[in-house]
């Protein structure tokens, strides 16, 4: 009698608590809709101390995130991860630094973003995040981004209240203006690229159909998890 094959191990690396907490809800929902009730991949979450990575971002030192994120990689390779993700765009500017040390392949989250965009056929695609997200090459360069004074203020909102679990609905508002102006520029559709901004974000209250970076990652971890499982 063979053991039935298994997905492969799944590995989060976290960088803040609410964004780590959805994605990983979000692979155990929907890997249950896939493999049965109650059913997902194995998952395994490593966080370090989210100080540690504002302090290295602040100073613009992204070999010191990429040590914070291989860090956690080689934790969770030794418990058996297979396929490893972060649900946290800011710090994929630290991915040439990671992936050439890695001891296992990652998902990046802004080519899955990327890759759900063209499948959808948006053509114009604004872009939401922390100010070092938004003022960097994570996303293509041809996105489009938000006034400086709007990347300040989704800047502060995601620092002082989304990433501590805070969701105002005067902060609500103020996002949503900002996809209306995305909107107004020409975009037709909005990545929520703080893994944070789809807890108070959906197409259920924004003016443009929205890229949930987080979900969409979940996703794509899920996929790559059971790739074997579905091809056998």
């Known amino acids: 009698m063979t053991t039935p094959a298994k997905p492969r191990p799944i590995g989060i690396i976290a960088c803040s608590a609410e964004g780590a907490a959805l994605c990983y809800r ?12 109650h059913a997902h991949p194995e998952v395994a979450l490593h966080s370090q101390s989210l100080a540690d990575y504002v302090t290295c971002i602040e100073r613009d030192d992204w070999v010191g995130v990429a040590r914070l994120m291989l860090d956690s990689a080689h934790k969770l ?42 499948a ?46 805070e969701f105002k ?5 103020v996002l949503q203006g900002v996809i209306d102006h995305l909107r ?31 979900r969409l990652l979940a996703r794509a971890a899920l996929r790559a998890a059971m790739h074997e499982l579905v091809a056998r």
């Not at 979000?26 to 009730?37: D, K, N, Q």
């Open 184 to 214: 107004s520029a020409g975009c037709d559709a909005v990545v929520l690229g703080c893994t944070e901004i789809p807890l108070v974000i959906s197409d259920a209250n924004s003016s443009l159909p929205t890229l949930d970076s987080t």
């Open 26 to 37: 979000t692979v155990c929902a929907e890997g249950a809709r896939v493999l049965g009730a």
């Open 77 to 118: 390779a030794a418990i058996g991860a297979e396929v490893l993700i972060c649900p946290d765009n800011t710090i994929h500017q630290a991915m040439p630094h990671v992936l050439p040390h890695s001891p296992r392949p990652w998902l990046h989250i802004a080519e899955v973003v990327a890759a759900e965009a063209a």
């Open 169 to 173: 609905p005067a902060s609500v508002a």
């Open 120 to 165: 959808r056929g948006y053509r114009c695609v604004g872009l939401t995040g922390t100010r070092w997200l938004v003022d960097s090459a994570v996303y293509p360069a041809g996105y489009v981004r938000p006034s400086a004074d709007e990347r300040d203020e989704v800047h502060r909102i995601i620092m002082d209240e989304l990433v501590k679990g």
